[in-house]
């Protein structure tokens, strides 16, 4: 989410596999929700971890 609270879709694919195939298909394509942790440093931010909350 942003300072504002609203959500944030403008971030990049992580580059781990691991974490890439549990946000893409473990995630999504099962229709998972997702929450992100986001690290933000030297205006970058990248995905580096998440947690399965349930299913949709």
Known sequence: MTGNGNT???LKLPTHENLLAQVTWDGF???KD???SVMSSMGEEQICALKDI???
Do not use: F, I, T
Request: net charge negative; hydrophobic share 35%.
């Open 8 to 10: 944030k879709d403008d």
């Open 29 to 31: 394509a099962e229709g």
């Open 34 to 36: 997702l929450v992100v």
């Open 54 to 56: 349930g299913p949709k």
